[in-house]
């Protein structure tokens, strides 16, 4: 059979919930231009809980996107990168920012009128 991700128990349903997730395509991005401790990361993207960046980033290397790097130096150090799969989203998720970022005000508009009819 065919992955669809239409269909409710297809793995690749997990899989577009793992990159479409704003979380993931954020830390994909941060880690285009090179791997990142896990402070660099949190402090690149505002708003992101230490737990939920904990939670993607695992998500992240558990479907082979993301490689984890622990160094044993006091203090420890560890270090994210993109693996060869990951960095093939790159096109794909700088799509979506270039996408988001150009289009910004038209969709801000689309809300405005939105809410003014509501």
């Given at each position: 059979m065919e992955p669809t991700p239409f269909a409710r128990d297809c793995g690749s349903r997990q899989v577009?919930?793992?990159i479409g997730?704003?979380?993931s395509v954020?830390?994909?991005l941060t880690l285009a231009d090179g791997?990142?401790?896990f402070s660099e990361l949190a402090r690149r993207i505002e708003g992101v809980s230490q737990k939920m960046l904990t939670?993607?980033?695992r998500g992240l290397?558990?479907?082979g996107l993301v490689t984890r790097t622990a160094y044993a130096t006091v203090p420890p150090r560890v270090?994210?990168?993109l693996t060869g799969l990951g960095r093939s989203l790159l096109d794909l998720v700088g799509g979506l920012e270039a996408w988001a970022t150009t289009?910004?005000?038209e969709v801000e508009a689309a809300r405005a009128r939105y809410d003014a009819a509501g």
């Open positions: 577009l919930d793992r997730d704003r979380w954020l830390v994909v791997g990142k401790r939670q993607t980033l290397e558990r479907d270090d994210y990168a289009h910004l005000g």
